[in-house]
């Protein structure tokens, strides 16, 4: 069975400075995993996954993350914050059957 | 390509009425998928639909249901609405198959009162 937790329901950061939001996993087979944003009154959008192929994954806006096997991890990042990045982020987990399991969310809130 | 439509985007009923939900996948998309969104519970998995049999069910009371018709349109019921079932319901579609990413619509704003 797959979960996923994401540490801290909110996140506080200043315009320009490092975006980091964690993620941890859980999953008894190779895991695809997921970071997607939900901007208020909006549906969920794919910021980028993870399929294998490379342990970095670069997704849209300038997110990153990075899959760490060790450390069950998949922590999304993003050099300088700006204003339009706040929204609510959640990781996902996929095995191999269909279904996909979000983490809680984590309000990312960016500081003039 | 058109993305994931959902019907109606906001509704307010009354409780002990029901409401039916309408989603339109992705051209060329079999799996449909609900959620529904709430501050307290956050994004809870509902049902997933392919080729018009339920292929998941999250663990939601029977009131909630929901069906798949020939060209991948999904709907969902609740039926004996509740204070509690106000909420974002959201509908995804994805090709199907392991590790395949879900595409989201907009979402059905429910109020209860």
């Known amino acids: 069975a797959q979960s996923v937790t994401q540490l801290g329901s909110h996140v506080s950061v200043s315009e320009g400075a490092l975006v980091l939001l964690r993620c941890n996993y859980s999953s008894s087979v190779p895991p695809y995993l997921f970071w997607y944003v939900q901007y208020p009154n909006q549906g969920l959008q794919l910021l980028l996954k993870y399929t294998s192929a490379a342990t970095l994954v670069k997704g849209i806006n300038g997110f990153e993350a990075e899959f760490k096997k060790s450390e069950t991890s998949f922590h999304l990042t993003k050099p300088s914050a700006h204003m339009s990045d706040a929204a609510e982020y959640f990781c996902?987990?996929?095995?191999?059957?269909?279904?996909?399991?979000f983490g809680k969310g984590t309000r990312l809130h960016i500081l003039p | 390509k058109a993305g994931v439509t959902q019907t109606p985007r906001y509704l307010i009923k009354t409780r002990g009425q029901q409401v039916t939900l309408s989603c339109s996948p992705i051209s060329g998309h079999r799996s449909v998928s609900w959620y529904q969104q709430t501050p307290g519970q956050g994004l809870q998995f509902l049902f997933e639909?392919?080729?018009?049999?339920?292929?998941n069910k999250g663990n939601f009371p029977g009131r909630f249901s929901g069906r798949q018709f020939s060209n991948s349109r999904s709907e969902m019921n609740v039926s004996t609405l509740e204070l509690g079932d106000s909420a974002l319901y959201l509908c995804?579609?994805?090709?199907?198959?392991?590790?395949?990413?879900?595409?989201f619509g907009e979402g059905s704003w429910l109020t209860v009162v």
């Open positions: 995804a579609s994805s090709v199907s198959g392991s590790g395949n990413t879900i595409y």
């Open positions: 996902a987990v996929s095995g191999r059957d269909d279904k996909i399991i």
């Open positions: 639909y392919f080729s018009e049999t339920q292929r």
